[in-house]
């Protein structure tokens, strides 16, 4: 027979304790991460010191992209487009924009997007920038985006 010290006595229940309660635990849930895809941002038309930029979202929990940020810019604002008696409106989305887990959140052409704002210099075709994208949940993402032109389609409009 095994004899314990009276302290050890006392605390090995508790630990014994302690080990069969944590194996009724739940794992800790794994970090939320956001899988980004596809992306671009147009380039800039002569004169103009705003652009649209476009991706794919995809996260592995409910999440939401907060915020967006290029060093390049005044400002990078989450928009919207919505039509309303036939006009096209485009809108800050100021709580974000949603992303169901497991499902592709595109932003495109004529869709919701990212909005850079006061640029400091023309973006090109070919070149490359790195955006930093903030969510809710998933640890904020750098994204290295092409400057390129979107696929032709007739929702695509001129505004970025």
Do not use: W
């Not at 006392?10 to 944590?22: C, D, T």
């Not at 103009?48 to 967006?68: E, F, I, K, Q, W």
Request: aromatic share 4%; with cysteine; net charge negative.
């Amino acid at each position: 027979m095994i004899r314990l010290s009276r302290p050890a006595a006392v605390l090995a229940p508790l630990g014994l304790a302690l080990a069969v309660s944590a194996c009724g635990q739940p794992a800790a849930e794994a970090p939320a991460v956001v899988e980004v895809t596809d992306a671009f941002c147009r380039p800039t038309q002569a004169g103009r010191a705003v652009t649209g930029c476009y991706m794919t979202l995809t996260a592995s929990r409910n999440d939401r992209l907060v915020s967006a940020a290029f060093a390049g810019a005044e400002r990078v604002e989450i928009h919207e487009m919505t039509t309303t008696d036939g006009m096209m409106r485009m809108a800050e989305l100021p709580d974000g924009l949603p992303l169901p887990a497991g499902e592709a959140v595109q932003l495109k052409p004529g869709g919701n997007h990212i909005m850079l704002l006061g640029l400091t210099q023309p973006l090109a075709e070919g070149e490359r920038l790195s955006m930093s994208l903030t969510f809710e949940q998933a640890v904020p993402y750098e994204v290295n985006v092409v400057i390129a032109q979107p696929a032709a389609s007739p929702a695509s409009h001129s505004a970025h």
